[in-house]
């Protein structure tokens, strides 16, 4: 167990629907990050929240929104999903103070039918 | 933006080889990391190193800093060891706290 979580680990949906993917850092990190990775994309950076606020952005669309709340728990939301939305997301957290790097959670693995 | 470029980009290997597996990125970092991502998907964390010398069992890893360069050594290496391997690097230019990947090397351990 990495002490990241993420929930759920697997999500069935339809295309045009809207989900939420959960993740809870890693007890004391303050940085969360959220990945994506499909097959022909690698692992992407999407956003980066740090103590509750929007940090960084990469390669996020417009339909993907996330948040951060004051338990430090962050929601990444996936809107109007597509067939290109399948993929793996990853969250992970991070800890600048004791230098152990990035932990990412086990990831929820997104099928859009 | 930072680049990683890992090679091979795949590796077929006997059980009990050894292998070097070896990252290049562009720019200095202040952060550098290897995963293994298992069959199932599990990114697992194997070593934190920006610079230097570690090792953890079979494997270690050596990053050298001023040539911006980073190798992954596997040795005795097990069915288990299958996978892709992904370097990933932090940038030290403001603004960028993030990982950037690799494409990654895909092993597979042959028993």
């Known amino acids: 167990d990495s002490g990241v979580t993420q929930t759920p680990k697997h999500l069935i949906t339809a295309t045009g629907q809207r989900v939420t993917l959960r993740c809870s850092p890693r007890?004391?990190?303050?940085?969360v990050y959220w990945y994506q990775q499909s097959l022909d994309q690698g692992l992407q950076f999407l956003i980066q929240y740090y103590n509750g606020e929007e940090r960084a952005k990469g390669n996020i669309l417009e339909r993907f929104s996330a948040q951060q709340f004051p338990d430090l728990h962050s929601e990444l939301n996936l809107s109007s999903l597509e067939l290109g939305d399948s993929a793996l997301y990853f969250c992970a957290s991070s800890d600048r103070e004791w230098n152990y790097g990035y932990t990412f959670g086990s990831g929820t693995r997104l099928t859009v039918v | 933006g930072i680049q990683v470029e890992q090679s091979p980009p795949d590796l077929i290997l006997q059980e009990g080889a050894n292998s070097t597996l070896r990252c290049n990125f562009s720019d200095s970092v202040n952060n550098l990391q290897w995963f293994h991502q298992n069959p199932w998907g599990q990114l697992i964390n194997l070593f934190y190193?920006?610079?230097g010398t570690k090792q953890n069992g079979r494997l270690s890893a050596t990053t050298v800093a001023t040539e911006r360069y980073s190798l992954l050594y596997i040795s005795s290496s097990q069915t288990t060891d299958s996978g892709v391997y992904f370097c990933?690097?932090?940038?030290?230019?403001?603004?960028?706290?993030?990982?950037?990947f690799g494409k990654g090397t895909k092993l597979t351990v042959n028993p």
């Open positions: 007890s004391g990190d303050l940085s």
């Open positions: 190193i920006p610079s």
């Open positions: 990933a690097v932090e940038s030290v230019k403001g603004g960028s706290e993030k990982l950037v």
